[in-house]
């Protein structure tokens, strides 16, 4: 009897399901009457406390609960433990639950989006005990709400009051009638949870004889906003200063804005699909969010001038270029890129040899190319001199004739 009268003080001073809780396990015990005597008993050694009225769609009550759900790890036997999210709307006291596997600000937001499409409208004020994932600062005058949260909220045109509340009693209520099971999935537990909530919502409750899904259809359900066209998509905001290399990073990756920003301070909104970047308020720069590969996403649109063109430049552009002018011109600029340690080093040689080849006919920047890859002249230097002192020509495979001069001694010379 006395953990049933416990049990009742956290289900919020309320008999009903703690009597029902102590008849299954003493069947011929205090009828229902008696047990309620009892608690009125138990309830005057209490704190005293404070009734509120709540019109209807006005507020909703919302915190987890501070006890835990176990799930376990159907392979390992490992036990790891899941939040519970309760919102209760005011007037009606109509309830929403669902498990969760922490209280980050996802899951706390999309705990939310869930309650209102389960409510199908939203009341006017939202109430969270003070959760460090929706409030930064906690204060009775000036409380400092999340910039996350505060974009849900507006985007749902819900307001945020940071308070106190008492969801507790429906807490106790599903965490009283799970107690007794074993889950192995989050999923599992939530199917449970949809269960128990299907029951307390539509008991009887004994002071107003209606139920409280008849109180959300009749009253509460009429008052409430309509839901938006779209549901709300969990996105997180932070500060973050523009980089010389005009870049931003978010979470190990960084994505460009215009270079103008350079040391500017601007807004990322970061979501599961998207990166946005605001500067001032107005949207500045827009990438499809990364998650591996290359940690740099570059709008060719946000680099300077000078910038862009070097983007440009690839191996494979180069080798095209050298092809458009003939084989030897494509083997002259593949042999300067292998023989760099980098490719990039020779980016510069190939555009030199480029300004040099347009002054002169596709047949001779042919036979350069080739006398270049034969001699080993991979520089601009080497091509510039082949191209000047007119030693394009390849050497002939056959042995060149010798001249006859007056100064060239012959054979007999030597005898």
Not at 24 to 46: A, I, K, N, T
Not at 243 to 248: F, K, N
Request: proline share 5%.
């Amino acid at each position: 009897m006395g953990r049933a009268l416990h049990r009742a003080e956290e289900a919020g001073r309320h008999a009903a399901y703690p009597w029902e809780e102590y008849r299954s396990v003493h069947p011929d015990g205090y009828g229902y009457s008696r047990f309620c005597e009892l608690f009125r008993g138990f309830e005057q050694r209490l704190s005293p406390t404070m009734r509120q009225e709540h019109a209807a769609g006005d507020k909703a009550f919302v915190d987890y609960s501070g006890k835990r759900v176990p799930i376990v790890d159907r392979k390992t036997g490992e036990v790891r433990e899941a939040e519970l999210f309760v919102g209760v709307l005011g007037a009606s006291s109509y309830t929403f639950a669902e498990a969760t596997w922490t209280q980050t600000l996802p899951d706390w937001i999309g705990s939310h989006v869930r309650m209102f499409a389960f409510f199908g409208g939203v009341p006017r004020l939202i109430v969270p005990d003070n959760l460090k994932s929706g409030v930064n600062r906690a204060s009775f005058h000036d409380p400092e709400i999340n910039r996350s949260y505060g974009m849900m909220a507006s985007h749902y045109g819900v307001g945020v009051l940071p308070a106190r509340n008492a969801v507790r009693f429906a807490q106790s209520c599903i965490l009283g009638r799970l107690r007794k099971q074993t889950f192995f999935s989050l999923a599992e537990a939530n199917a449970a949870i949809a269960e128990v909530l299907a029951r307390i919502n539509d008991h009887v409750m004994r002071r107003l004889g209606v139920s409280r899904r008849h109180l959300f259809e009749t009253v509460e359900h009429p008052a409430l906003a309509s839901l938006p066209a779209e549901d709300y998509e969990f996105a997180e905001w932070r500060l973050a200063r523009v980089s010389t290399d005009y870049h931003v990073e978010c979470k190990s990756f960084f994505y460009s804005v215009p270079h103008a920003l350079i040391r500017q301070q601007v807004d990322i909104r970061a979501t599961a699909r998207m990166i946005e970047i605001f500067h001032r308020g107005k949207r500045v720069a827009l990438h499809q969010r990364r998650y591996g590969g290359p940690r740099y996403g570059t709008d060719p649109a946000h680099m300077p001038s000078s910038h862009r063109r070097y983007a440009e430049w690839t191996p494979d552009r180069f080798r095209r270029w050298g092809a458009t002018i003939g084989p030897e011109t494509e083997g002259l600029i593949t042999a300067i890129l292998a023989s760099r340690p980098h490719p990039e080093q020779g980016f510069r040689t190939c555009l030199g040899i480029l300004r040099l080849y347009r002054e002169i006919p596709r047949e001779r920047a042919e036979t350069v190319s080739a006398r270049a890859v034969e001699i080993g002249g991979l520089t601009c230097k080497t091509i510039a001199s082949l191209i000047a002192t007119h030693k394009g020509a390849r050497h002939s495979t056959e042995p060149a004739a010798v001249m006859e001069h007056a100064n060239l001694r012959g054979p007999r010379y030597f005898h």
